[in-house]
């Protein structure tokens, strides 16, 4: 009796594997689905290769670009849309067949050129020679890297920013700083006067040239 348990046993072990193979594998509605399409995009009037053309699978998110030759390959499921575009040409968009025998599906896809219209321009010449070098002279270019770096590094134009622009935190930071280390430092002593440093009287005549004190409007 045992050894009967023991071979049931041993037979379902066997034989219920293949049978959920079998039946993943026949209720799988993908399986056997990926298809290769390849083939080629030409343009319509003259049958030449077109290069670099966009070969989008639509709701995937991928595709491919053909070769120098418009010659294309990429693998794509069974009902999928293939949408051919390229610059200069009308789009153009195929399904691969859902009933496809095989797993591989070749197109010789053809563009129609599409021909943009631009709005008229009409050109029309200055009345006089005088005008036009009079329009010439005044008109004003934008300044290019050299120019704006020249002005920025300017030195009267550096002094209207440092007395215009308000310190940002690292500056009022350090200011603070300092401020706290000088009082530390000649903490139970008189202060030194500058009054009687050469250093300090140079700065002062600088800055008196330069019109640091005069009074701003």
Do not use: C, H
């Not at 030449?48 to 294309?72: C, H, L, M, W």
């Not at 030195?155 to 350090?174: C, H, K, M, Y």
């Amino acid at each position: 009796m045992n050894q009967k348990l023991l071979y049931f046993g041993l037979s379902l072990l066997f034989f219920l594997p293949i049978k959920a193979i079998q039946a993943q594998e026949n209720g799988n509605p993908y399986r056997d689905s990926i298809v290769q399409l390849y083939g080629v995009v030409m343009t319509a009037d003259s049958l030449r290769g077109i290069p670099s053309a966009s070969v989008i699978v639509e709701g995937k998110g991928r595709g491919t670009i053909t070769t120098n030759d418009g010659v294309f390959s990429i693998a794509v499921m069974k009902g999928d849309r293939i949408t051919f575009s390229s610059v200069g040409f009308k789009n153009n968009t195929i399904k691969i067949p859902a009933n496809l025998a095989e797993n591989q599906y070749s197109v010789i896809q053809l563009l129609i050129s599409d021909t943009a219209y631009l709005p008229a321009t009409i050109l029309k010449p200055r009345p006089t020679r005088e005008q036009f070098e009079r329009d010439f002279l005044n008109n004003r270019m934008p300044d290019d890297a050299y120019e704006i770096a020249r002005k920025n590094l300017d030195e009267a134009q550096r002094r209207i920013l440092l007395n215009s622009l308000p310190a940002d935190g690292r500056e009022a930071v350090n200011y603070q700083l300092r401020q706290q280390t000088n009082k530390y430092y000649y903490a139970g002593q008189v202060p030194p006067m500058n009054i009687l440093n050469p250093a300090a009287w140079a700065d002062f005549i600088s800055a008196w040239k330069r019109g640091d004190f005069k009074k701003k409007k």
